[in-house]
Structures are given as C-alpha cells and as structure tokens.
C-alpha cells in the first residue's frame, strides 16, 4: 500500500479525510478489465491544519479526463477543476496527459 502511494512513508493514509475517486482506463462498466490509473482524494473535513491541499492524487503523473460520448456528441465542453463536479453525470475515462 505504502509502494502504491495510499500510505506515506510515516505510515498516515495519504487520502485520510477524503472522499476518494478512481480514475480508470476504460469505463469499468462496458470493460471488466479496466484498469485504475490514478486516484483522486477531495478533503472533506474542515480540521485541517493550514497549507493542507484540498486536492489529491497519487504520486506520478496526472491524467486527463473526460466524458467521450459527450465531448463527440456536444458543440461545447465545460472544464472543472475537480473531479467531484466532472463527475456527477456519466463514468469518466483518464487518457495520458502525453
């Protein structure tokens, strides 16, 4: 757990006091084999101590993600910060940020 980045090396969950998002390959639901490539964490407890991010992810790069139905079936696209708003709707996919 610790080599994949959940617990650091003091032994604290690294997303401790997060809602926590996986962020896959492929959509899990049309893919069994879908892969996590990367997890977000949003801080949700309001004790935190001053300087602490509200937004998390694993250590390594961060990936792209969107909705592709909507983005070929759409005229425009609304960009969020965080993954909790880009989420509400349909499963995302991550592409690499390359």
């Not at 909705?67 to 708003?85: H, K, T, V």
Request: aromatic residues 8%; charged residues 20%.
């Amino acid at each position: 757990m610790q080599k994949l980045g959940l617990y650091r090396e003091t032994g604290h969950e690294h997303f401790n006091g997060s809602v926590v998002i996986p962020i896959f390959n492929q959509i899990p639901i049309f893919n069994l084999e879908a892969d996590v490539v990367q997890i977000y964490g949003r801080k949700i407890t309001r004790a935190l101590r001053e300087g602490t991010p509200l937004h998390m992810y694993l250590p390594g790069p961060h990936r792209g993600v969107w909705n592709d139905e909507a983005l070929a079936a759409s005229r425009e696209i609304i960009l969020c910060e965080a993954l909790e708003l880009a989420t509400r709707r349909r499963p995302m996919i991550s592409i690499d940020a390359h």
